[in-house]
């Protein structure tokens, strides 16, 4: 599926020779209530739908997943292809046989973009490259929009606006974006950064070095412009449609933080900010199981105030990382899920 997702197989067929830690992975693994022997790939299908139907646990696919080295590509899963449940070593096995596709004596190319994806990457795309979390430092140095021309407060695309101060990296294209909210953890009331998304596209068409000014055309836009925005260069890394699942460490304190998108209850396919990035060692991929804060109730007969016990409410994937923040998606909502629910190992 891609050189990321290819390493995690490999580690996964050498895990397959330890006896020991395949004992492990056999209590582990276990296969869902009424799954198929095979099932036929259609469009609009994800890895994670297609494992969903095979494992209890479908972020495990990649510890099951048999790569036919006879097969061209055989990471990239396309409609039509057949996926067939095998057993090896008394361990189940997923297995990739091609569809039938039509031949020419020409060069057959299977374009990337028609392979299925890992996760419903349409229900992100909103946060895949517009959204970023700015830390203090970067807010208060990146160059901010001053003004446009003929005086106009608020600009589009095909205006020229001027900003004030020196570009985060000497690229004539920059994204500017505006910072929405702070971001503070719930328990140490630390701010971890300021959530912020892109509203246009500009290229920077001159400088004056003395009053730092910059000239600017905007390119494209989401918003009008306006002053105070900030010119950042835009981050260039891009989702990947394959992931390398894995369970996210035992962390203390993990909570949702935030939904995106501005709804009040959190449901499958929301993608949501989590308290915790790169500095707590969360990565791509990591998956986390949901749990909802237990209710308070009064004891009828001490009259003393109980917490009850949480309750998993369900899983969430991360898919792009801060250093302080990270995004997730949820991908399976058993019961509402809400800000300040916690986050566990799987």
């Known amino acids: 599926m891609n050189r990321l997702l290819c390493a995690t197989l490999t580690a996964a067929f050498l895990l397959l020779g330890s006896p020991a830690q395949a004992e492990v992975?056999?209590?582990?693994i276990e296969l869902a209530e009424g799954h198929p022997t095979e099932y036929v790939v259609v469009k609009g299908d994800t890895l994670w739908d297609i494992s969903g139907r095979f494992l209890k646990s479908?972020?495990?696919?990649?510890?099951?997943?048999?790569?036919?080295?006879?097969?061209?590509?055989?990471?990239?899963?396309?409609?039509?292809?057949?996926?067939?449940?095998?057993?090896?070593?008394?361990?189940?096995?997923?297995?990739?046989?091609?569809?039938?596709?039509?031949?020419?004596?020409?060069?057959r190319v299977s374009p990337l973009d028609s392979a299925i994806p890992a996760i419903?990457?349409?229900?992100?795309?909103?946060?895949?490259?517009?959204?970023?979390?700015?830390?203090?430092?970067?807010?208060?140095?990146?160059?901010?929009v001053i003004g446009g021309k003929n005086e106009r407060i608020i600009a589009g695309a095909g205006d020229r606006v001027y900003a004030r101060g020196k570009p985060v990296e000497n690229v004539s294209l920059q994204?500017?974006?505006?910072?929405?909210?702070?971001?503070?953890?719930?328990?140490?009331?630390?701010?971890?950064?300021?959530?912020?998304?892109?509203?246009?596209?500009?290229?920077?068409?001159?400088?004056?070095?003395?009053?730092?000014?910059?000239?600017?055309?905007?390119?494209?836009?989401n918003e009008?412009?306006?002053?105070?925005?900030?010119?950042?260069?835009?981050?260039?890394?891009?989702?990947?449609?394959?992931?390398?699942?894995?369970?996210?460490?035992?962390l203390q304190n993990a909570v949702i933080l935030d939904v995106l998108g501005g709804v009040a209850k959190i449901g499958q396919f929301d993608a949501v900010a989590l308290n915790v990035g790169a500095r707590e060692g969360v990565e791509i991929g990591n998956v986390f199981a949901v749990y909802n804060e237990g209710e308070m109730v009064r004891d009828p007969v001490t009259n003393e105030t109980i917490s009850l016990p949480s309750e998993r409410a369900g899983m969430l994937m991360v898919f792009k990382v801060?250093?302080?923040?990270?995004?997730?998606?949820?991908?399976?909502?058993?019961?509402?899920?809400?800000v300040g629910d916690r986050l566990k190992t799987p």
């Open 25 to 28: 992975r056999k209590d582990r």
């Open 58 to 107: 479908p972020w495990l696919w990649p510890d099951v997943w048999y790569v036919n080295p006879q097969i061209d590509n055989p990471h990239l899963i396309y409609p039509g292809d057949i996926i067939y449940l095998t057993w090896v070593d008394g361990q189940p096995r997923l297995s990739l046989k091609r569809g039938v596709r039509k031949l020419s004596p020409h060069a």
């Open 120 to 144: 419903p990457l349409k229900d992100i795309a909103a946060f895949l490259n517009d959204n970023m979390v700015m830390d203090q430092d970067l807010l208060d140095h990146a160059p901010y």
């Open 175 to 221: 994204g500017i974006y505006r910072p929405a909210k702070p971001y503070n953890d719930p328990f140490t009331d630390e701010l971890l950064g300021y959530e912020a998304y892109r509203v246009a596209d500009g290229r920077i068409m001159a400088r004056d070095t003395d009053s730092q000014v910059m000239t600017m055309d905007l390119l494209d836009t």
């Open 224 to 250: 009008e412009v306006r002053v105070r925005d900030r010119v950042v260069p835009n981050d260039e890394s891009r989702i990947q449609s394959v992931f390398y699942p894995s369970a996210g460490a035992e």
């Open 322 to 338: 801060f250093d302080k923040v990270s995004y997730g998606l949820i991908m399976r909502a058993n019961n509402v899920i809400s």
